[in-house]
């Protein structure tokens, strides 16, 4: 499991997707991907253990351009409500920066490059993962995602159910559908298929 971002809490109210690190101190915390640090006993002690001479801003909330911190529900409810939806809102941005999308547009590979193409998504290499719409084939790995167009592949006489197929005879890093999302997971990633790839990929990393 790839995390996408650390909550530094005490309370399980905010594992609000599974792809989120609940972290106890500041030494648990992932200092590569964004933090929340929630209470402001939690905030003094972060501060104080990774940056020398500073105080959590009462209004501001922002340690640095990666680490946020708010008031637990108990301290004030409304701002932590408000905090927690910003913070949702930087880490979609944070992934949508950080994940690297190319369409690949079967259309203009030579007859060579389409036939690389297919085999390479016959030899089910590595941890690559493939997440499958009506439409789309997206080939994710670690932070890159492919697009391919189903539709153009069948334009050109390839058929798509002959390119799953034999994929899913190579590798089980295959998925056709949203279930290894919750209802909560999906809302979060906006249902954005790029998106939904990719996490499939850091599921299985």
Not at 48 to 75: A, C, L
Not at 183 to 191: A, Y
Request: aromatic share 14%.
């Amino acid at each position: 499991m790839k995390y996408i971002a650390n909550i530094v809490t005490k309370s399980n109210a905010y594992k609000f997707n599974n792809f989120i690190k609940i972290c106890k101190n500041y030494f648990e915390v992932d200092k590569t991907i964004p933090t929340l640090i929630v209470g402001v006993e939690n905030a003094n002690i972060f501060v104080s253990e990774g940056y020398d001479n500073k105080r959590p801003d009462y209004v501001f909330r922002q340690i640095d351009n990666n680490v946020f911190w708010t008031f637990s529900t108990m301290e004030k409810r409304s701002d932590n409500e408000h905090d927690v939806e910003k913070f949702k809102k930087h880490i979609i941005k944070e992934l949508k920066t950080k994940i690297n999308y190319t369409f690949l547009n079967v259309l203009t590979f030579s007859k060579t490059r389409m036939k690389d193409f297919v085999s390479f998504l016959k030899s089910g290499k590595g941890n690559i993962c493939y997440y499958v719409t009506d439409t789309m084939l997206y080939i994710a790995f670690d932070d890159k995602v492919w697009g391919v167009s189903l539709d153009d592949c069948e334009y050109i006489g390839v058929k798509k159910d002959k390119i799953i197929n034999k994929i899913k005879k190579v590798t089980d890093n295959i998925i056709s559908d949203k279930r290894f999302l919750t209802e909560n997971d999906k809302n979060f990633f906006q249902n954005d298929d790029i998106l939904m790839a990719a996490m499939f990929s850091y599921a299985r990393s």
